[in-house]
């Protein structure tokens, strides 16, 4: 349950999207976290994002509340610009200015052991090699954060170059079914913050 009304907190959730920067990089299963932190933006109507803590950040209320209920969690959504491998040394800084507990931080990252399309949540636990968790753990000193677990699938070997390939690849899978689970991977997300 968001702890709304924190003194000094500014926000109650932060909510981090990992993937890398860069044009050539969109639209690859590595960047899928990027996507749905997008896709969770233009749902609430966070405009444009400001350029903060090594990443792009966008903040405001999680939609509007229903009448009579409280008013909506404030959250930030952040895209570390710092590449996914790094992603703790923008979220890190982001944790600390905007006085946010682990357990009220929420990473949406790919995740190559689900099979495509398949979205779990979860709070802490191991980090299974991505690189960009064993980063965040680093930086917050805990792995008890939340994460939103987007099914990319895997290739058909486990020969790191041709995983890279696979991940840093275009997604081979049709754009319908792409948009579907990043539509999945935002509803998990938002299930979250209530």
């Given at each position: 349950?968001?702890?709304?009304?924190?003194?000094g907190a500014p926000v109650d959730w932060l909510i981090v999207g990992l993937g890398n920067p860069g044009a050539e990089y969109s639209?690859?299963?590595?960047?899928?976290?990027?996507?749905?932190?997008?896709?969770?933006?233009?749902?609430?109507?966070?405009?444009?994002?400001?350029?903060?803590?090594?990443?792009?950040?966008?903040?405001?209320?999680?939609?509007?509340?229903?009448?009579?209920?409280?008013?909506?969690?404030?959250?930030?959504?952040?895209?570390?610009?710092?590449?996914?491998?790094?992603?703790?040394?923008?979220?890190?800084?982001?944790?600390?200015?905007?006085?946010?507990?682990?357990?009220?931080?929420?990473?949406?990252?790919?995740?190559?052991?689900?099979?495509?399309?398949?979205?779990?949540?979860?709070?802490?636990?191991?980090?299974?090699?991505?690189?960009?968790?064993?980063?965040?753990?680093?930086?917050?000193?805990?792995?008890?954060?939340?994460?939103?677990?987007?099914?990319?699938?895997?290739?058909?070997?486990?020969?790191?170059?041709?995983?890279?390939?696979?991940?840093?690849?275009?997604?081979?899978?049709?754009?319908?079914?792409?948009?579907?689970?990043?539509?999945?991977?935002?509803?998990?997300?938002?299930?979250?913050?209530?």
């Amino acid at each position: 349950m968001p702890l709304l009304g924190r003194r000094g907190a500014p926000v109650d959730w932060l909510i981090v999207g990992l993937g890398n920067p860069g044009a050539e990089y969109s639209g690859t299963p590595h960047n899928v976290g990027f996507e749905v932190a997008n896709r969770l933006a233009a749902r609430w109507g966070l405009g444009k994002p400001k350029s903060r803590y090594r990443g792009l950040l966008a903040e405001g209320r999680s939609g509007l509340p229903e009448v009579g209920a409280p008013p909506a969690p404030r959250v930030a959504i952040l895209l570390p610009q710092t590449y996914m491998n790094d992603s703790g040394r923008s979220v890190g800084p982001a944790r600390g200015e905007l006085k946010v507990e682990p357990d009220h931080i929420i990473v949406l990252h790919d995740e190559i052991d689900l099979p495509f399309g398949d979205v779990r949540s979860r709070l802490g636990g191991g980090l299974a090699g991505h690189n960009g968790l064993k980063s965040i753990k680093a930086a917050l000193g805990t792995a008890e954060f939340h994460r939103v677990r987007i099914g990319v699938g895997r290739p058909n070997s486990t020969d790191p170059e041709q995983v890279a390939a696979y991940v840093l690849g275009k997604f081979r899978e049709p754009h319908a079914d792409v948009e579907a689970l990043i539509d999945s991977a935002a509803d998990a997300a938002q299930q979250l913050l209530t």
